[in-house]
């Protein structure tokens, strides 16, 4: 349609033709309103009876609530429209007619459950408040690009058919692949690297993972977007420091550019933008903290995993993004590197969103007869891992990275319950379709 | 390294770190040069071998190529040397010793196979042109991305792992997903369509797709990425005009900001970017003109598909890029709509380089109905497409949009000769790692 106009550009004098959907239709008697609505906005297009057309009338009184429409009028100024704006219908076409069983109602009004939300997207996404999660959602990986292009990086694409997994492990979807066995990528943690030793040094990649994983929980994902970035010549710190710059730039583009989204989503003027650094406990600090809140039942000590509850009580006492620094080697994947001083010490860390983590990274061990004894001791066949351990006796450099859940981020940042709500189609054990 | 200087930054007077690879070692008696390779280009380290403390030069002159080194000097101006400035080193560290026997020389002085190649990608990425693919590669999603933003789209990220193809047909990748049988997709063609219905009107994916053709060529893929556009209320002229908009974008993004990379492939001033509107031939004038080049064995008639050497032959006679508009419905897919005045003439169109198709697009059958119909006519069953069909009883505008080959636009772009140079690690029949 060539000669649309968005309803939020439709000005007082001019003849126009809006096209969208039919919102709403109130029928007072000798005047009627229907309530049209574009991505932009909605627009009142008014009906006087007596004055008009009966046919003309008729099709815009007459078709149900939903369908496709267009309408090419006047545009006049009215103070008592919803934008102060209406258009008198000169002619009305009918693109699309709706049914008038509605699975979900996009008005909102009628409350539906996530499951109904998730079959119908097409029609959950035509509610403002779900319409800005998913055009936040596109902001966020806009921002987190552009900050990573301002770091340095070149954006790559790694393969999401493999051979092996990162992590070996059974939390892989097996694929037939031309008669031989595959896998579905659970991270892209390896490729990554191997581009860390190229001409690249330092990498971002926004990509798909895939974890079969048996997780039923609000905050999991068997499809999910990740956000890796890698840079040779970076140490654990240096690359902490580039993770907040980018976790900052994702809310600063927010702010910037989607008020109207935020508005949509109940935030006024309290949506916050992460000032200051974000405080570096060591693993050491964050379980003494949390065994003075007295949440949990049981003491942590040394060398345990933070419990969910744990997680939770120590992202309120901190109250702010934060990092985990200093885990015990042993509960950090073999390819993090340890610290020279102290091997029981890891340089892994976590960063934390009070509700949960968020980002896993490190530094990586970059010298090959350690990275494949790491292999051993993890009870997989380096072997099987040759095509990525074999570039690291051709000149590795030391580097780090990291690993950041794309939904996750949308569901901290906008507080979303449940992290099927950051995603179009989400991917569960219950759930393959749409 | 919080205080390294890349070698492109390196002023003479400073004291700076250098950090990277050792490209090369020349040892001519009392005097030897290191040269140092990061991403920013290559440095000349000297040695004045009875002016400087032994270990130092036992240690850059010892170390074998491709080592990882990092070195602290001051930088002089040197008229002789290949970037006008040297390092006179104080300190150097080796930070990963490389082995002597390399699988692949990065200098490119020797030339490997491609099979090579895509096996040592970490090497092979050390190559200067083969790095600016990449960079060049990344730069083209970065300004593809920027034009849809232009177009008013929003970025979206739909499913990988699907319970039905878009297509049906045997040309995907089967999962195992708890269970349950799942594919791998070939396409997010159901699920933008899907958003065009939804507040967002306007969207593009960037993203892989997967297919288990068992082609061989130079030009296909089984793991590529797709670059998708869909807008409601555009017919597929509109279409048309967006895919000439985000190709040219492509070309003018890689023009200004990848001049090195550029020079790096041998392209002097001769980088085209494409002027003018892209001429639209219909299937009909297209069969002639194939026709009348003479370079098929047998004339072609309505209805033919184009085969290779054919499009090939068009391609050379048009010289640019080019649609071809109008296809006989019969030979293209069921979801795209016909025209209106002549059921046989389909709304289809491909976009081609004169080498071979880029983009394949249309406007789309949004008639609940037809679509229906047009489901069982391809011998597939509407009922498991229910998720996607239902959609269009509920307001579903006429929309239109594409798909353009991610790694086609790059290898017709750079004049690459296979597929797999535009890709990191390219996954074909025979090729599944790394």
């Not at 956000?227 to 993770?243: K, L, N, P, V």
């Not at 809140?293 to 000590?301: A, F, K, N, P």
């Amino acid at each position: 349609m060539q000669n649309r106009t968005y309803t939020a550009d439709a000005e007082p004098g001019d003849t126009v033709t809006v096209a969208g959907w039919v919102h709403e239709v109130r029928d007072l008697g000798g005047i009627a309103f229907l309530i049209l609505r574009d991505k932009t906005g909605k627009i009142q297009i008014k009906f006087e009876k007596d004055e008009m057309d009966e046919e003309l009338v008729e099709t815009g009184l007459g078709v149900h609530r939903e369908s496709v429409i267009s309408v090419t009028g006047e545009v006049k100024e009215e103070p008592r429209a919803p934008t102060d704006v209406e258009v008198v219908p000169e002619s009305i076409e009918v693109l699309a007619e709706a049914d008038t069983e509605l699975p979900l109602d996009p008005s909102g009004k009628v409350d539906a459950e996530l499951s109904t939300r998730l079959d119908n997207r097409t029609l959950d996404l035509r509610k403002e408040e779900v319409k800005a999660v998913f055009e936040i959602r596109a902001e966020i990986l806009r921002s987190v690009r552009n900050a990573f292009r301002e770091l340095g990086c070149t954006e790559i694409n790694t393969p999401k058919i493999v051979a092996t997994g990162t992590e070996g492990g059974t939390e892989l979807f097996p694929i037939t692949y031309f008669g031989e066995e595959a896998f579905m990528n659970q991270s892209p943690q390896l490729f990554k690297q191997l581009m860390i030793g190229s001409g690249l040094e330092r990498v971002f990649e926004v990509g798909p993972i895939f974890r079969a994983e048996e997780h039923n929980t609000p905050r999991h994902l068997n499809e999910a977007t990740s956000i890796d970035f890698e840079s040779a010549f970076f140490d654990h710190t240096e690359a902490m420091d580039a993770c907040e710059y980018v976790v900052k730039a994702a809310y600063e583009g927010v702010a910037e550019n989607c008020q109207q989204q935020l508005e949509a989503l109940g935030f006024a003027d309290d949506f916050e933008v992460p000032e200051g650094e974000f405080p570096r406990l060591t693993y050491e600090e964050a379980i003494e903290r949390i065994n003075a809140t007295g949440e949990l039942d049981e003491q942590l000590v040394w060398g345990d995993d933070l419990p969910t509850e744990g997680e939770r009580a120590l992202g309120e006492d901190v109250g702010e993004h934060y990092f985990i620094t200093d885990w015990p080697s042993e509960i950090k994947p073999f390819y993090i590197k340890d610290h020279d001083d102290d091997e029981q010490l890891s340089t892994g860390f976590d960063m934390m969103h009070p509700r949960m983590e968020l980002v896993s990274g490190g530094q990586r061990e970059h010298r090959y007869e350690r990275l494949v004894e790491g292999f051993e001791q993890q009870g997989l066949d380096p072997e099987s891992f040759d095509y990525y351990t074999k570039m690291f006796k051709y000149g590795m450099p030391p580097h780090a990275g990291w690993g950041l859940g794309g939904e996750r981020l949308v569901m901290t940042m906008l507080g979303l319950d449940n992290i099927r709500e950051a995603v179009l189609f989400p991917r569960d054990r219950q759930r393959l379709s749409p």
